[in-house]
């Protein structure tokens, strides 16, 4: 089963405008990453927080995490039509880290110009 | 550098045949995994090895052999193909999480995508 499910599965969105996705998660986790697919292509990392921070910036993405919620999100501001792409929030478990993420269904985001 | 390259691209296969997805890095990567992705969903880890001679089973390894003789490569074998194993298969490396900071990234490779009738 998928450790990590985002919400909302699909989001489409005006240039300009900011995007929040979510990612809940089950078990205890040592960090949660974010990756963008673009279509057809490989994943790119985008940002790593670990279990205990809260909140974690880069450029214009704001990620925060709720380990009593095992929740997370993922704040795009000002986007671009150049963020269209899926993004997935990833888990790295305790006893495993770094060798084994499980992977959330994603959030495809659509920036309309 | 590449980074992670996948060797084929596309591949049609027939069902029972056998085949191997090629993966290699010139990172000097210690941990490696290969992962599949299907229609609308993320990924799924199939296999996964932390070092040269060490692999493990991630999530879905049924139906797939890996090996890992080398720390550049990480070929992922399919044994008797199957219309279940029509995928996108993605291989990654990354080094081991820093140890003071836990810190590390995952790159992908750009997948292969694998039809079977």
């Known amino acids: 089963s998928q450790q990590g499910e985002e919400d909302p599965q699909a989001l489409s969105i005006q240039e300009g405008e900011n995007a929040t996705m979510n990612c809940s998660y089950k078990?205890?986790?040592?960090?949660l990453q974010w990756y963008r697919q673009n279509s057809g292509r490989g994943l790119v990392h985008l940002i790593l927080?670990?279990?205990?921070?809260r909140e974690k910036h880069s450029g214009r993405l704001r990620v925060t995490l709720d380990t009593s919620k095992k929740s997370s999100s993922l704040l795009i501001t000002a986007s671009r039509a150049a963020d269209t792409a899926s993004y997935f929030c990833a888990t790295d478990a305790r006893e495993t880290s770094g060798s084994r993420l499980t992977f959330g269904e994603g959030t495809q985001l659509t920036v309309n110009p | 550098n590449a980074g992670v390259t996948q060797t084929p691209k596309f591949q049609v296969l027939k069902t029972g045949q056998s085949m191997t997805l090629q993966c290699a890095q010139d990172?000097?990567?210690?941990?490696m995994s290969w992962y599949r992705q299907d229609p609308g969903m993320g990924l799924r880890l199939i296999h996964y090895?932390?070092?040269?001679?060490?692999?493990d089973q991630g999530e879905v390894p049924n139906g797939y052999n890996v090996s890992r003789s080398t720390t550049e490569d990480f070929p992922l074998r399919l044994l008797s193909a199957a219309p279940s194993q029509t995928s996108v298969y993605f291989c990654a490396s990354s080094r081991p999480p820093r140890a003071l900071t836990g810190l590390y990234e995952q790159y992908f490779g750009p997948g292969t995508r694998l039809t079977v009738t």
């Open positions: 090895s932390v070092g040269a001679g060490i692999t």
């Open positions: 078990t205890s986790i040592n960090n």
């Open positions: 927080i670990r279990s205990n921070e």
């Open positions: 990172m000097n990567h210690e941990y």
